[in-house]
């Protein structure tokens, strides 16, 4: 054996020995559930293992069962998201899952500040305006008795 072949050989040996454990398996899908790490995602199947910092993301009708090898069972319902790290505890996973806020719900609110001030502003300037008329009207009615004459 060479000594370029004995340190290829070498290097993917302790590749290896880093690479992370699994942390669980998935142990129900359905309907369309994606899991990303990193820049890579793939379409998520039972059986496949799951490692720290993988992100489950449920389509509006699939749903997922993950199953942690602490016992921790995580349910991901119909558009909804969990990441799963190593770190956590199963409380913090559970409450980690998270419902998705829709594209065009996001778009109306995060993506256009000016707009929402610009109702904000308007509003504020219909609520003085109307508040500067009542106070300022001619309520004087001379015609008008007070008592019931």
């Known amino acids: ?22 942390l669980g398996t998935v142990s129900k899908v359905e309907g369309v559930v994606t899991a990303t790490q990193g820049a890579s995602g793939v379409t998520v199947t039972p059986g496949m293992p ?8 449920t389509t509006s009708r699939a749903t997922a069962t993950l199953t942690l090898n602490s016992g921790c069972v995580l349910n991901v319902p119909p558009s909804s998201a969990v990441t799963v790290r190593s770190d956590l505890t199963c409380q913090q996973l559970l409450a980690g899952v998270t419902p998705l806020v829709p594209v065009a719900a996001q778009a109306a609110f ?17 609520v003085t305006a109307g508040a500067i008329y009542e106070f300022t009207k001619n309520d004087d009615n001379d015609n008008v008795p007070i008592s019931g004459q």
């Open 1 to 22: 054996m060479s000594l370029k072949s004995l340190v290829v050989l070498s290097a993917l040996v302790s590749a290896s020995a880093f690479a992370q454990a699994p």
């Open 50 to 57: 799951i490692t720290s910092g993988m992100r489950f993301v």
């Open 110 to 126: 995060s993506g256009s500040p000016g707009l929402v001030n610009g109702v904000i502003a308007v509003g504020g300037i219909g």
